[in-house]
């Protein structure tokens, strides 16, 4: 068959092309296994024959390279390979030969009967090479330019076959052909098709700007120019990816496919050039989640048709400064601009050339990101940050990402949880109670606040006690008029409950009780000083002597609770795992010690009396709303990850003894609390109860991708900068445009997680000036309870059903006329319960009237977003007589302005409330009252993108109208007969 051929390519010598088309017809005869020894006899043929010499192949365009393999000592295998190169590849040079060194740096055992993808594999010296030395189970050589993947597979068989042409077999009696395979593939994409796990990943991938960033769209066939399949090679398209402008798109693509298809043990090993500088080449796998070991460096020479102006230009217009070197031998790097006139002016550059092996730190957890990434949310992965200095770090935030992407991904809502707190949460505290603790808790004795303070306070307004000793170290953010009141000095004279007093008190025991002792307090709130903690004395005593006083105590245990697999002594816990908690006391817990947010706070307390577990339940929902739900699933993460390898069957649950803790007579509830914890219509219970909550509705809306989005890049992103959290120019900008409200430099903006709990401290500042909260008929039920639980002065305005439960002028001045310092609540534009919609006109008589009586109003737009009955509407422009009316109304007149964006910005589970005051004596007074749950800094970020998305025409305003669609539909099908149920009686 040999000298057939040769003569067939003797014949073609004349037609440049004609050769491949040989190649062509031999390589589809190279299917046929029956051929493979004529193959090899066909090489050694033209390369045996004297009439067909180098130059010949010359003119067909094929060269031959000899590359030795035996550069490390102790080698013992085929000491050369013998490769075939046409021009539309790569030659084997400098780059390739680097990184086959840096392959030999690792162990013999690095691809031994492993399974390897070889990215970019050129004529497959590589591929090759490492299955002649390392004996993997299969090399999978992949190329993007079909004529490489085809002198792959000939350089293949001319060096699986001896010159006699038969195989040649390995220690384990195989051959190259059996371990290598080539195939045509962008990146990995053939892995993927195929389902192919790998454990190697290897990869000298170009890493050049593309000077046309539109080649990629050509057509790669077969007949494409050997010139546009070199540059196909050598140069790179934009990858979408933020390490394009470093020339790195391409690995970075390269290592993202990767995570779907390497195994968990799995390493990636490439070469990378060192013009982007060290600390880039390396961040590209940090950010990804790898831990990165450089394993091999050199300098090589720039090659001189590589024009790097685009790197100039890069630096021109950014503070980034590559890194080149002046020869092989300057140690002192220089930037783009200098190599380039240094290039330019006939010196030769180098660049460093890095062999990085990679691997990834919590490999599960990250694939589970990457897969949410590419399920429509690529645009995001840019600012995904997963390169931590502290191994702490990364084992906390991973696998809260993980847990993040997951239910972003699978959920098209969030669910609707109690306010007492996310029942997986509460249950994963009470495992981790059970598990490390051994106290026999479930979920039913826990109750979730937003933050310590938060749960103090709300403890002390549920019982509000004549007196009360709190520990000092938590007194800070507690009611001013707290901690200065001296109405204990009138106590023997009949002191009103409305009066709380707190005492502050050192954190040692021994002082706490002889203050408890002498002052005889009805609540307590104490920690643990640090050298008490680690015994049970200092509780027992705790416990003895407020039962003997009948205080109730609240045990503070924040500063000794390690969430960790290995948590220290707590002289409490270790008391209550062989003694209930007795009925006058709770624990109290502030989680604030992760490792990745300061800031992010949630409490619980624990207490095995069932009445008041229901009344903190009821009463977080009252005056906080909802603890962030996604704050509980950051703590809850970390809960799981320490109750997950643990067999939950290996020990017996702890069982609390059947017989209860003595009652103790202690105090009670207030009656103004008792009266609305009976009366209000609060949360949907897990018993059975009847009730429908139509005020939840909006949980179960879907949540749209920019927010899945804007809450994912939010935690993704490391060192959020003041300036990319600061929410007040959004919402500024946000009520100037949805309602005409006026701000200035005297405009002051709060933020809560909640609309309730800015509610709850508007309703104290009514109280503190003597005010009287006035409520149209058919107001919030929730804002009135909070008013009610609070004891403020009340006064329902009668509204008329047949016009909607509008507030008017003419009701308003029979309605305030005999009112002290009115505080007008409002509902708009939005009415509730109707949902009609105040004009522009009827917002100007109703403040009016407001201005003539010097009335605080508070425009609630909290129910306001999604109307869809608005014909004629024109939209709010409070500005344009807001002024007019503060200069010629009473002085005491001022409008503030209530909002939660979770509707305007279908944010779901996401919860953010705003508050603007413009009065100067209001926004002092409201921050007498500081413990405010206020949002964590990712809800700030998240809430500025989304508000920016919003101001775009489209994007999120089409999908707010999708979602207006929606409730449009419900509410004709909720007023269809088929839907009406009429209980008979």
Not at 71 to 98: A, C, Q
Request: overall charge negative; proline content about 4%; glycine content about 6%.
């Amino acid at each position: 068959m040999g000298m057939a051929v040769v003569e067939f390519f003797k014949q073609c010598e004349q037609s440049g092309d004609a050769a491949y088309a040989a190649f062509k017809s031999l390589l589809e005869k190279l299917e046929d296994p029956l051929t493979r020894t004529e193959a090899r006899v066909f090489l050694s043929d033209i390369q045996a024959q004297g009439g067909f010499s180098d130059d010949c192949f010359e003119r067909y365009h094929f060269r031959f390279q000899d590359i030795h393999l035996d550069r490390n000592e102790g080698y013992h295998g085929r000491k050369k390979l013998t490769m075939m190169v046409i021009p539309s590849i790569f030659m084997p040079e400098d780059w390739s030969f680097t990184f086959y060194e840096g392959l030999n740096r690792h162990p013999d055992t690095i691809f031994k009967e492993k399974t390897v993808a070889e990215l970019g594999c050129g004529n497959g010296w590589i591929s090759i090479a490492i299955a002649e030395k390392w004996l993997p189970a299969k090399v999978y050589g992949l190329d993007i330019n079909p004529r490489a993947v085809k002198v792959s597979w000939i350089n293949l068989y001319m060096n699986a076959f001896d010159e006699k042409g038969q195989p040649i077999y390995d220690a384990e009696k195989k051959t190259l052909l059996d371990r290598v395979e080539f195939h045509e593939s962008d990146l990995l994409f053939y892995c993927r098709e195929h389902d192919i796990q790998l454990e190697r990943i290897v990869g000298c991938i170009p890493q050049i700007l593309n000077p046309n960033p539109e080649a990629m769209s050509k057509m790669i066939t077969e007949n494409a120019s050997e010139e546009f399949l070199h540059s196909l090679s050598n140069y790179c398209a934009l990858q979408g990816f933020v390490e394009d402008q470093f020339g790195l798109g391409l690995i970075a693509r390269a290592v993202e496919e990767g995570i779907a298809v390497i195994k968990v043990t799995g390493i990636m090993i490439f070469n990378m050039g060192g013009r982007p500088g060290q600390g880039v080449c390396r961040r590209l796998f940090e950010r990804r989640g790898f831990r990165v070991n450089r394993i091999w460096q050199t300098k090589v020479l720039q090659a001189g048709d590589t024009d790097i102006s685009a790197l100039v230009e890069i630096e021109k217009n950014s503070p980034h400064r590559f890194e080149f070197f002046m020869g092989l031998s300057g140690d002192q790097p220089i930037c783009a601009r200098t190599a380039w006139a240094y290039g330019k002016a006939g010196g030769r550059i180098s660049h460093g050339l890095s062999v990085y092996s990679c691997q990834l730190r919590h490999p599960n957890q990250v694939k589970v990101i990457f897969e949410f990434l590419k399920s429509g949310f690529q645009e995001i992965s840019s600012s995904l940050d997963l390169s931590f200095d502290d191994d702490l770090v990364a084992d906390e935030k991973i696998p809260f990402l993980a847990y993040l992407a997951s239910i972003l991904k699978d959920n098209s809502c969030f669910p609707y949880e109690p306010p007492a707190g996310c029942k997986r949460f509460r249950n994963l505290i009470a495992g981790f109670m059970r598990t490390y603790h051994h106290i026999p808790l479930t979920s039913n004795n826990v109750v979730v606040f937003p933050s310590r303070t938060a749960a103090i306070e709300n403890a002390l307004r549920l019982f509000t006690p004549r007196l009360a000793i709190v520990d000092e170290h938590l007194t800070r953010n507690l009611p001013k008029q707290w901690l200065t009141s001296l109405a204990i000095e009138s106590a023997e004279t009949g002191l009103s409950e409305d009066v709380v007093t707190v005492i502050e008190a050192p954190r040692q025991s021994d002082s706490m009780i002889e203050l408890i002792k002498r002052l005889k307090p009805q609540v307590v709130v104490t920690g643990i000083a640090n050298f008490e903690a680690v015994t049970s004395s200092a509780v027992m005593q705790l416990l003895y002597a407020t039962k003997q006083v009948g205080s109730r105590l609240f045990l503070d245990i924040s500063d000794h609770f390690e969430l960790s697999s290995l948590p220290g002594t707590i002289g409490v816990l270790k008391y209550l795992s062989g003694t209930p908690l007795p009925s006058h006391a709770a624990i109290l817990c502030g989680l604030v010690k992760n490792q990745v947010y300061s800031d992010l706070e949630v409490a619980f307390i624990i207490s095995e009396e069932e009445t008041i577990l229901k009344a903190l339940s009821k009463t977080v929902e009252i005056l906080e709303g909802n603890t962030s739900l996604i704050s509980q699933n950051y703590y809850g993460c970390i809960f799981h990850e320490l109750l997950s390898f643990q067999l939950t069957d290996r020990h017996p649950h702890p069982e609390r003894r059947s017989e209860k803790s003595e009652s103790v007579d202690v105090i009670g509830f207030a009656s103004s609390a008792t009266s609305v914890l009976d009366n209000a219509e609060l949360t949907i219970s897990d018993d059975g109860h009847s009730l429908v909550h139509m005020d939840v509705d909006q949980w179960f809306l879907p949540v749209p991708s920019p927010v899945k989005a804007a809450i994912f890049e939010s935690f993704a992103r490391q060192n959020l900068t003041e300036s990319e959290i600061d929410v007040t120019p959004s919402i500024k900008q946000f009520v100037k445009t949805e309602y005409g409200f006026p701000t200035d430099s005297g405009t002051e903006f709060i933020y809560s997680d909640c609309l309730q709990a800015l509610f709850s401290k508007l309703v104290l500042c009514c109280i503190q000036e003597g005010g009287t909260m006035c409520f149209p008929a058919g107001s919030n039920g929730n804002y009135v309870s909070v008013a009610k639980f609070l004891k403020a002065n009340i006064v329902n305005i009668p509204t008329n059903s047949d016009q909607g439960f509008k507030l008017t002028e003419h009701i308003l001045n029979q309605a305030l006329e005999t009112v002290k310092k009115p505080w007008v609540y409002i509902s708009g534009p939005t009415i509730n319960p109707t949902g009609l919609l105040y004009s522009n006109q009827e917002m100007e008589s109703i403040l009016s009237a407001c201005a003539r009586f010097g009335a605080r109003v508070v425009i609630d737009t909290s129910f306001s977003g999604l109307e869809f009955e608005y014909g004629g509407w024109g939209g709010w422009n409070l500005g344009s007589y807001l002024s007019k009316l503060s200069s010629s109304g009473n002085p005491s007149f001022c409008v503030s302005l209530l909002g939660g964006l979770s509707l305007k910005l279908l944010s779901g589970a996401l919860k953010f409330a705003f508050l603007s005051l413009t009065e100067p004596l209001l926004i002092e007074a409201f921050h007498t009252f500081p413990g405010l749950s206020k949002p964590h800094c990712t809800d700030k970020y998240t809430i500025k993108r989304l508000l920016a998305l919003r101001e775009n025409k489209g994007g999120m305003l089409d999908v707010v109208t999708e979602q207006i669609r929606i409730l449009e539909n419900r509410a004709k099908r909720l007023k269809e007969p088929s839907y009406c149920l009429i209980k008979l009686s």
